[in-house]
Protein backbone atom coordinates (compact mmCIF):
# COMPACT_ATOMS: atom_id res chain seq x y z
CA UNK A 1 0.00 0.00 0.00
CA UNK A 2 1.10 3.17 -0.63
CA UNK A 3 2.67 5.67 2.52
CA UNK A 4 0.20 8.07 1.92
CA UNK A 5 -2.57 6.00 1.94
CA UNK A 6 -1.36 4.28 4.67
CA UNK A 7 -0.96 7.57 6.83
CA UNK A 8 -4.07 8.91 5.87
CA UNK A 9 -5.41 5.21 7.35
CA UNK A 10 -3.77 5.86 10.41
CA UNK A 11 -5.07 9.67 10.70
CA UNK A 12 -8.41 8.76 10.01
CA UNK A 13 -8.29 5.61 12.57
CA UNK A 14 -6.06 7.22 15.10
CA UNK A 15 -9.17 10.81 15.51
CA UNK A 16 -11.83 8.37 15.45
CA UNK A 17 -10.36 5.94 18.10
CA UNK A 18 -9.80 9.44 20.09
CA UNK A 19 -13.40 10.85 19.26
CA UNK A 20 -15.36 7.41 20.25
CA UNK A 21 -13.16 6.75 23.59
CA UNK A 22 -13.73 10.44 24.71
CA UNK A 23 -17.20 10.23 24.32
CA UNK A 24 -18.41 6.58 24.77
CA UNK A 25 -21.53 6.38 22.84
CA UNK A 26 -21.47 8.99 21.21
CA UNK A 27 -22.51 8.92 17.30
CA UNK A 28 -19.27 10.70 15.45
CA UNK A 29 -19.58 12.99 12.53
CA UNK A 30 -17.53 12.94 9.59
CA UNK A 31 -17.37 17.08 10.19
CA UNK A 32 -16.01 16.31 13.90
CA UNK A 33 -13.73 13.21 12.36
CA UNK A 34 -12.00 15.22 9.27
CA UNK A 35 -11.17 18.16 11.73
CA UNK A 36 -9.71 15.59 14.11
CA UNK A 37 -8.32 14.10 11.90
CA UNK A 38 -6.73 17.50 9.88
CA UNK A 39 -8.12 15.85 6.51
CA UNK A 40 -10.47 16.94 4.56
CA UNK A 41 -14.44 15.37 4.02
CA UNK A 42 -13.24 14.57 0.61
CA UNK A 43 -10.31 12.51 1.99
CA UNK A 44 -12.07 10.50 4.07
CA UNK A 45 -14.94 9.70 1.28
CA UNK A 46 -11.80 8.33 -0.77
CA UNK A 47 -11.25 5.72 1.77
CA UNK A 48 -14.96 5.15 3.29
CA UNK A 49 -18.09 5.31 3.02
CA UNK A 50 -19.88 6.73 6.20
CA UNK A 51 -18.88 6.60 9.14
CA UNK A 52 -20.48 3.07 9.85
CA UNK A 53 -18.23 2.19 6.88
CA UNK A 54 -15.24 2.88 9.27
CA UNK A 55 -16.96 0.57 12.26
CA UNK A 56 -17.48 -2.27 9.96
CA UNK A 57 -13.77 -2.20 9.09
CA UNK A 58 -13.11 -2.11 12.83
CA UNK A 59 -15.73 -5.32 13.34
CA UNK A 60 -14.38 -6.79 10.41
CA UNK A 61 -10.76 -6.31 11.91
CA UNK A 62 -11.33 -7.49 15.25
CA UNK A 63 -13.39 -10.60 13.90
CA UNK A 64 -10.82 -11.71 11.72
CA UNK A 65 -8.09 -11.56 14.51
CA UNK A 66 -10.52 -13.48 17.02
CA UNK A 67 -11.14 -16.18 14.29
CA UNK A 68 -7.12 -16.71 13.83
CA UNK A 69 -6.05 -16.67 17.12
CA UNK A 70 -9.15 -19.53 17.83
CA UNK A 71 -8.34 -21.75 14.69
CA UNK A 72 -4.58 -21.78 14.93
CA UNK A 73 -5.24 -24.59 16.95
CA UNK A 74 -7.61 -27.89 16.34
CA UNK A 75 -10.68 -27.81 18.22
CA UNK A 76 -10.46 -30.84 20.12
CA UNK A 77 -7.31 -29.28 21.81
CA UNK A 78 -9.70 -26.42 23.39
CA UNK A 79 -11.33 -29.36 24.73
CA UNK A 80 -8.66 -31.38 25.73
CA UNK A 81 -6.94 -28.24 27.76
CA UNK A 82 -9.64 -26.39 29.29
CA UNK A 83 -7.40 -23.06 29.85
CA UNK A 84 -6.35 -22.47 26.75
CA UNK A 85 -9.47 -20.44 25.21
CA UNK A 86 -8.57 -18.24 28.57
CA UNK A 87 -4.86 -18.06 27.51
CA UNK A 88 -6.29 -17.39 23.80
CA UNK A 89 -8.64 -14.37 24.92
CA UNK A 90 -6.24 -13.34 27.44
CA UNK A 91 -3.31 -12.85 24.71
CA UNK A 92 -5.87 -11.07 22.39
CA UNK A 93 -6.60 -8.51 24.74
CA UNK A 94 -3.01 -8.15 25.79
CA UNK A 95 -1.71 -7.96 22.33
CA UNK A 96 -4.42 -5.64 20.66
CA UNK A 97 -4.31 -2.16 20.70
CA UNK A 98 -6.47 -0.11 23.29
CA UNK A 99 -9.07 0.78 21.17
CA UNK A 100 -10.41 -2.43 20.30
CA UNK A 101 -10.09 -3.82 24.35
CA UNK A 102 -11.96 -0.68 24.86
CA UNK A 103 -14.71 -1.63 22.39
CA UNK A 104 -14.79 -5.32 23.41
CA UNK A 105 -15.46 -4.23 27.17
CA UNK A 106 -17.87 -1.34 27.15
CA UNK A 107 -21.21 -1.46 27.69
CA UNK A 108 -22.13 1.01 25.01
CA UNK A 109 -21.21 -0.92 22.11
CA UNK A 110 -23.09 -4.05 22.33
CA UNK A 111 -24.28 -4.24 18.99
CA UNK A 112 -20.60 -4.28 18.18
CA UNK A 113 -19.95 -6.92 20.63
CA UNK A 114 -22.85 -8.99 18.77
CA UNK A 115 -21.62 -8.43 15.26
CA UNK A 116 -18.44 -9.46 16.24
CA UNK A 117 -19.51 -12.47 17.50
CA UNK A 118 -22.12 -13.55 14.63
CA UNK A 119 -19.12 -13.49 12.02
CA UNK A 120 -16.61 -15.02 14.38
CA UNK A 121 -19.05 -17.87 14.84
CA UNK A 122 -19.86 -18.05 10.97
CA UNK A 123 -16.14 -18.29 10.15
CA UNK A 124 -16.43 -21.11 12.84
CA UNK A 125 -19.49 -22.49 11.34
CA UNK A 126 -17.82 -23.39 8.37
CA UNK A 127 -14.26 -24.74 9.73
CA UNK A 128 -16.97 -27.21 11.72
CA UNK A 129 -18.29 -28.06 8.44
CA UNK A 130 -15.06 -28.72 6.83
CA UNK A 131 -13.51 -30.50 9.18
CA UNK A 132 -16.18 -32.09 11.23
CA UNK A 133 -18.79 -32.54 8.12
CA UNK A 134 -21.98 -31.28 9.83
CA UNK A 135 -24.94 -29.94 8.27
CA UNK A 136 -24.70 -25.92 7.42
CA UNK A 137 -27.33 -25.43 9.81
CA UNK A 138 -25.87 -27.18 13.18
CA UNK A 139 -22.26 -26.21 12.35
CA UNK A 140 -23.52 -22.82 12.93
CA UNK A 141 -25.83 -23.58 15.49
CA UNK A 142 -22.92 -25.11 17.39
CA UNK A 143 -20.54 -21.73 16.46
CA UNK A 144 -23.22 -19.33 17.85
CA UNK A 145 -23.03 -21.24 20.90
CA UNK A 146 -19.74 -21.85 21.45
CA UNK A 147 -18.97 -18.44 20.40
CA UNK A 148 -21.25 -17.07 22.62
CA UNK A 149 -20.00 -19.33 25.64
CA UNK A 150 -16.59 -18.99 25.24
CA UNK A 151 -17.65 -14.97 25.37
CA UNK A 152 -19.36 -14.95 28.92
CA UNK A 153 -16.76 -17.57 30.09
CA UNK A 154 -14.11 -14.46 29.74
CA UNK A 155 -16.18 -12.64 31.52
CA UNK A 156 -17.95 -10.22 28.56
CA UNK A 157 -21.72 -10.44 28.24
Not at 5 to 17: D, P, V
Not at 40 to 55: E, G, V
Not at 96 to 113: P, V
Amino acid sequence: MDKRIEKTHAAIKSAFEDLVMANPGKRISVSELTQKANINRKTFYLHYDSIDDLWQSYVDEISDDLFSRLTARPSDVYLRERGLLLTVFADFFSSNRKFASFLLTSNEYGGLISQILRQVAGAMAKVLQRERHYTADDALMIATFRSITWWQCCGFS
